[in-house]
């Protein structure tokens, strides 16, 4: 009797072993973890009153840790947490008592933390998958840097601002990105454009909306 509960208790403890070794097989082959790191070239567009104004794009970056659930060979969803730099600059030129000539240009760089969630395509060819992705980008933003240069005839003057997400822009944004590229073992190369859908302009009294987007380039590796 004591070697049948004893073998029935081995059995037992041989039977969770393997349950436990078959969970920690499936987390490890649906879960993937990495690292990302891209470059951007955004820009903005501003309405106002239905009359659409460019402010040029300017170069910036993206970086951080991916986080992708696997649900079957051809389908996954991604996400992750980046620090990202973009903006976009202006300039206009003006005579001031039809005799000097005024300059002035400004830039705005806008730093955001991003949080994407992505829904991802593979297409396997050979060794190599044909991605396509999808989805939202929730932005908020947690530094900003404006410089404005003003220029009379010969005399430069340069002034400095870090209140761009309290005086003129909102820190939340939200864009749509759409990108596709190809990964080589964990290895991942992707390019896309990301349209903004969210009005961060403050200024509601001139009608303004103003969205950001722009093109993305970015590589991956995924363990």
């Known amino acids: 009797m004591y070697e049948n509960i004893s073998t029935m208790r081995k059995n037992k403890v041989f039977c969770l072993i393997f349950t436990l070794i078959c969970i920690t097989n499936a987390w490890s082959q649906e879960w993937r973890f990495g690292v990302t790191a891209g470059y951007e070239n955004t820009g903005a ?61 400004e830039k705005t760089t806008l730093y955001y933390l991003q949080l994407p969630i992505f829904a991802m395509g593979k297409l396997p060819i050979g060794q190599v998958n044909l991605l396509l992705e999808a989805g939202p980008i929730l932005s908020y933003g947690v530094a ?55 009005d961060i302009g403050r200024d509601t009294k001139n009608n303004n909306d103003m969205k950001t987007s722009g093109f993305v380039v970015s590589a991956a590796y995924l363990f």
């Open 45 to 105: 567009a501003w309405f106002q009153e239905g009359v659409k104004k460019e402010l040029r794009n300017i170069s910036g970056f993206n970086a951080g840790p991916v986080v992708a659930y696997d649900f079957i060979d051809y389908f996954s969803l991604q996400s992750g947490l980046y620090f990202a730099m973009n903006g976009f600059e202006t300039s206009s030129h003006s005579i001031l008592w039809n005799k000097y000539d005024v300059v002035t240009s």
């Open 144 to 198: 900003s840097h404006t410089s404005t240069q003003i220029r009379v005839g010969n005399q430069t003057e340069t002034y400095n601002s870090s209140d761009a997400f309290n005086e003129s822009l909102y820190p939340f944004n939200c864009s749509i990105h759409l990108g596709a590229g190809a990964e080589i073992s964990g290895a991942r190369l992707i390019v896309g454009y990301n349209f903004g859908v969210f």
